[in-house]
């Protein structure tokens, strides 16, 4: 999490990819799959995939990271007064990663909770975490129509170890986390990264760079009935690749011309 700056431009610093964690890691004898396990719940900040941590210590010190760039590049900078209500917003972003929501819809939750705050508060709030590069928003893509949409976005983290040290880890918090670390990569990658919307179905990523467009698709594993991994991708009548990442070994092959990746071979694929 960090900013460089050159002129007026800001230029997200990523935590470290899968690849770039496997090469901090060169002296460990465990296998790839079971690094990206580690990855999975550790993450990419450096100094945690430097030290050899417990899970709460690592969290620990994501956490202080956390509340030293929250504090610095918002609280202080745009001189919040209302931190609490601030926190709150925050810790519901946090608690909804990669799923849609609104400025309003947050308002509404809120005030569910008997706390008040304006939508443009928390349109201030998503746009000051944004250029702290805490979160990153990804918008939807009309396939047929091929212009992006203006609703419905989703945010990610910078580092899924994020959500974690704040909510702490469990295993329903798998699927977000694959999803965060393939939108991360994408972004790394210099993709311009969007949720795909074909008519009703729903891809879970579209990357655009230049004249090249891929789709992908992530799941913990394959369901025997596949229709929305697979069956969505074959309703896409262009010829850019179209991949279903999952973490399943098991899986793994083509279906339809749709390749089915191991999620740790997808990280560490030289292109795609």
Not at 16 to 34: C, H, M, N, P, T
Request: contains cysteine; glycine residues 6%; proline residues 2%.
């Amino acid at each position: 999490v960090g900013i460089r700056t050159w002129s007026r431009r800001s230029i997200p610093v990523y935590t470290l990819s899968f690849k770039e964690y496997v090469d901090f890691k060169k002296q460990d004898s465990r296998s790839e799959k079971e690094l990206l396990e580690e990855y999975i719940r550790f993450g990419g900040f450096p100094i945690v995939a430097l030290g050899n941590y417990d899970e709460q210590s690592a969290y620990q010190i994501v956490n202080g990271i956390y509340h030293t760039v929250i504090s610095r590049d918002i609280v202080k900078r745009h001189r919040i007064n209302r931190q609490d209500l601030f926190d709150r917003v925050v810790k519901y972003i946090i608690e909804n990663m990669g799923k849609t929501f609104s400025a309003s819809s947050i308002a509404r939750f809120l005030k569910s909770e008997h706390r008040t705050v304006s939508a443009e508060s928390i349109y201030n709030y998503l746009r000051w975490l944004e250029q702290a590069f805490i979160i990153y928003p990804c918008h939807r893509y009309d396939i047929q129509g091929k212009s992006i949409l203006k609703t419905q976005e989703k945010y990610y983290l910078a580092d899924v170890t994020l959500k974690y040290c704040l909510l702490g880890y469990n295993r329903k918090m798998l699927d977000g986390a694959l999803e965060n670390i393939v939108f991360l990569e994408m972004k790394r990658r210099g993709y311009d990264v969007y949720i795909g919307k074909n008519a009703s179905k729903e891809i879970d990523f579209i990357g655009v760079r230049r004249n090249e467009k891929v789709y992908v698709q992530v799941c913990v594993r394959l369901p025997e009935n596949s229709d929305r991994e697979i069956g969505n991708l074959m309703e896409i009548s262009d010829h850019y690749p179209k991949y279903v990442v999952t973490t399943d070994s098991m899986d793994v092959g083509i279906d339809n011309g749709i390749r089915i990746v191991h999620l740790a071979d997808f990280l560490l694929a030289e292109y795609w």
